[in-house]
């Protein structure tokens, strides 16, 4: 099948003189707008550490795209990194930046009549932005991860970013070693570009990239700078150019077996709650059935087999040398769909047939597990009749079954300022609320409150439940995603000070101990707090969908009934 440029005739024939014209203008030939034309999308910046050496990667796509008789076009999109506003207001943008970059993608696709995508990125929010954006172009696509960073090492141990939040969200400031300790770890936690080299949403997402077969197996542990990247970089430009030939789009790859696959590579890594969310939207793209039923039943059944940070103490290059994503696909093979097909070529099953642990301390078997089952499980109850989502390998087992007193917050910042006044103590429930999609509007990290519990030693000694989401770097025992949320009139915004809270985390409920009808009659008085806010946060705190539909803005939800799921 002929490419869409060359399929309608886009570039030939006096209907496209002015088309010509302007590709010229730039400095292209009638040559090279009769090849594939491929956009590279390259989220590099200087102020984001995951995506400082895209720059470098960029060039060696360029080139593969070059040997394949293709025709790059290079443009960027924002990418910001989550660690900066941290505690700041701004914080609101993480998430909401997924639309953005999906409708820049999509922009520039459709304008530029481009015929194929090679999407550059690395982090968070970023990497499921460009991959809708992609969807809805519907052009063939490829990802090409920009991998970890290197590994900070103290005392032997690896040392990531996660025990730097810990310390300075935790920290005695009176204490000079506690000071000590992190202008050490300032200078030495990030030692170069790439993503945090922890099971974060970042490194969650490249991963998924290459499970969900977006990415050439094998690339996407692959460390930021090593040479092996740049080979990747330039295989991948390489073959985009026949997957246009073949007019293969992420909509033939991404069928609800491969998300699937998306959802049980999450489990059995114990990723990032945030996968949740990307991986409901982009089923919702694609037009796919994906719900959190099925992570719910999913997560019965799969074992978690990695000991990556925050799960254990290896990092991303521990898993890298342990054999990457291809590893983690031959020790789960038996839980795969294994027919579904990959930008590469070849099926999920062929890659996984050939591909095994080669370091058990970091990735270990389906037979001796870390943890039988539940990386992540759904948490329902009448907290959270629609569902909510708890990583559960980072509580112990004393803390799956907690009840206490609720206290409650409206924001992250005053839950993290009573935690380091002394006045959370142990056994409360800490509630936050009014953080969710659209609540914050934006749907936060609570890292603060949780780093700081961590950092205090009180990590498994109080419970967080909260209507927002929890970072990738998040310890201790915390439920996220709670939905309906409190700002759209869910049970979260009935709670008051002092109100009983039972959880039990391995049978899946978060209950609010108040009687039905003082539910229903405090439900009755609540009125929604005056917030206003204009521009993108405007748009999303007026259209996003709740946590359980994937939080993305959605022009079809246009009354409260569908706000709340229903």
Request: with cysteine.
């Amino acid at each position: 099948m002929t490419y869409r440029s060359k399929r309608l005739g886009l570039f030939s024939g006096k209907g496209s003189s002015s088309r010509r014209a302007i590709y010229k203008g730039c400095g292209y030939d009638d040559e090279d707008l009769s090849r594939p034309l491929i956009g590279i999308v390259n989220t590099a910046n200087d102020a984001g550490l995951g995506h400082a050496h895209l720059d470098r990667l960029a060039k060696r796509v360029r080139a593969g795209i070059l040997q394949a008789g293709g025709t790059p076009f290079e443009f960027g999109t924002i990418a910001t990194c989550g660690a900066v506003p941290i505690g700041m207001p701004h914080f609101r943008y993480e998430l909401v930046i997924r639309d953005v970059i999906a409708s820049s993608v999509e922009i520039m696709t459709g304008v530029q009549l481009l015929d194929g995508l090679v999407l550059l990125a690395s982090c968070d929010s970023i990497i499921p932005g460009v991959l809708i954006g992609a969807i809805r172009a519907d052009v063939p696509a490829i990802v090409i991860t920009g991998g970890s960073q290197e590994v900070c090492k103290v005392e032997g141990r690896n040392s990531v970013m996660s025990e730097l939040d810990q310390l300075v969200f935790g920290a005695d400031y009176a204490s000079e070693e506690a000071r000590e300790k992190i202008r050490w770890l300032e200078d030495h936690v990030c030692p170069g570009p790439g993503a945090c080299s922890l099971m974060g949403t970042a490194n969650t997402m490249q991963i998924l990239m290459e499970g969900l077969g977006m990415a050439l197996p094998g690339s996407s542990t692959v460390p930021a700078v090593y040479a092996e990247k740049e080979r990747c970089a330039t295989q991948t430009g390489r073959r985009i150019v026949e997957l246009v030939k073949q007019d293969i789009k992420p909509k033939d790859i991404l069928t609800r077996e491969s998300l699937l696959n998306g959802v049980i590579l999450t489990l059995a890594l114990a990723g990032s709650t945030n996968a949740v969310l990307h991986l409901l939207s982009f089923a919702r793209e694609v037009g796919v059935e994906l719900t959190l039923d099925d992570f719910d039943r999913l997560s019965e059944a799969v074992p978690v087999i990695s000991r990556v940070i925050p799960t254990g103490k290896a990092s991303v290059v521990d898993l890298y040398h342990a054999g990457g994503v291809p590893a983690v696909m031959g020790e789960m093979k038996d839980f795969l769909y294994k027919d579904c097909i990959t930008v590469s070529g070849r099926t999920i099953g062929e890659i996984a047939a050939v591909s095994k642990s080669l370091d058990h301390d970091v990735l270990t078997t389906v037979e001796e597990p870390v943890f039988k089952n539940g990386g992540l499980v759904v948490i329902r109850g009448n907290l959270a009749p629609d569902g909510a989502i708890c990583r559960t390998t980072t509580i112990s087992e004393k803390a799956r079954k907690f009840t206490g007193p609720a206290r409650v917050f409206h924001c992250d910042e005053d839950a993290h300022a009573a935690v380091v006044s002394g006045k959370i103590k142990k056994g409360d429930v800490v509630v936050i609320r009014y953080e969710g999609p659209r609540g914050a509007p934006g749907m936060r990290e609570m890292m603060m409150t949780t780093d700081a519990l961590v950092g205090l030693g009180m990590g498994q000694d109080v419970f967080v439940l909260t209507d927002g989401r929890f970072s990738g770097f998040t310890e201790g025992a915390a439920i996220g995603h709670i939905s309906p949320e409190a700002a759209v009139g869910g049970v979260i915004a009935a709670v008051e000070d002092g109100d009983t809270i039972e959880i039990d985390v391995d049978a899946r409920y978060a209950n609010l101990r108040v009687p039905d009808e003082v539910i229903k009659e405090r439900l009755a008085r609540w009125r929604p707090p005056l917030k206003k806010s204009r521009g993108i946060l405007g748009i999303y705190a007026k259209t996003a969908l709740q946590a359980h539909l994937g939080g993305m803005i959605d022009d079809e939800v246009t009354d409260a009934g569908q706000i709340l799921g229903k």
